[in-house]
């Protein structure tokens, strides 16, 4: 399984709303993702097996020092692959080629181990309003 991933790569609106639709457990949106990423993003990684989009993250930034990882979803049956580490590394390399100094995320308790053993984050104190 070759996959491949592209910092800033091409997307298209109606793959992204999919796979988050999946990845998410929700129906299918109608985001403008291209919009939105173009807009507000410092980048995003695609990760594609034979030309079909199957990861996804968005980085999102303050415009100077901090960038934060946001809608890391991979494609059902091929998580646990690798293909998130994949996806997260290769945002690193791209929030530090812009000279971030930090990378933030955020993530429920059960992606724990995700985060913090397979992609190299470091717990922090942190906190949150529901809005």
């Not at 980048?43 to 999102?60: K, S, T």
């Amino acid at each position: 399984m070759a996959i491949t991933y592209e910092w800033r790569g091409e997307l298209e609106n109606s793959a992204v709303n999919a796979l988050h639709a999946e990845g998410f457990n929700h129906r299918i949106l109608d985001v403008d993702w291209l919009a939105q990423v173009h807009r507000h993003s410092l980048g995003w990684v695609c990760a594609r097996l034979d030309g079909e989009l199957v990861g996804f993250v968005n980085v999102a930034w303050d415009g100077g020092a901090h960038a934060f990882v946001l809608d890391t979803v991979v494609k059902g049956e091929l998580r646990r692959s690798g293909i998130g580490a994949g996806l997260v590394d290769a945002a690193v390399r791209g929030a530090r080629a812009a000279q971030c100094a930090w990378l933030h995320v955020d993530f429920e308790d059960d992606l724990r181990a995700f985060y913090l053993d397979a992609c190299g984050f470091k717990p922090t104190t942190a906190g949150l309003i529901a809005l």
